[in-house]
């Protein structure tokens, strides 16, 4: 079978690991493109944790993140693995709460949201673009 019979997925996959095959069989590029990987993948990592807690897609970029990861690392792919079905598990475990719990959920979100906005001094900006001069909003960082 050529790369002629197969679909336009699997002829991406064919050509993906042959090109990858090629940057192995070469020492030193390999750990080039292995510390790149790594690199990319932990700040995209990184920014996805960051936010986590803001309205968005924090978990999308903390899972995209480490699939970059888990493209060159196994350890990467394990974490992969296991954090989606923790993440999964917890989602169903919350949408099977009470309101109460739901609520207490948004709150505590909420003030993380306000505690990181004020330690980044972001309502100290903002405070003075509208007048406020407030001590209290400027960062104690």
Request: glycine share 10%.
């Amino acid at each position: 079978m050529d790369d002629s019979d197969l679909s336009p997925f699997q002829e991406v996959e064919s050509r993906w690991h042959r090109w990858r095959a090629h940057i192995a069989a070469r020492p030193s590029l390999n750990l080039a493109y292995r510390i790149a990987v790594g690199v990319i993948g932990a700040l995209v990592l990184a920014a996805g944790i960051v936010a986590i807690p803001y309205p968005g897609p924090g978990w999308l970029i903390v899972f995209a993140g480490l699939g970059i990861l888990a493209s060159e690392f196994a350890w990467a792919h394990r974490l992969l693995h296991y954090a989606r079905r923790r993440y999964d598990k917890f989602m169903d475990w919350f949408s099977r709460q009470s309101l109460v719990v739901k609520g207490a959920g948004a709150l505590l979100t909420c003030a993380v949201v306000l505690a990181t906005l004020w330690l980044l001094g972001t309502f100290g900006l903002v405070g003075t673009w509208i007048g406020l001069d407030y001590p209290w909003l400027e960062s104690p960082l």
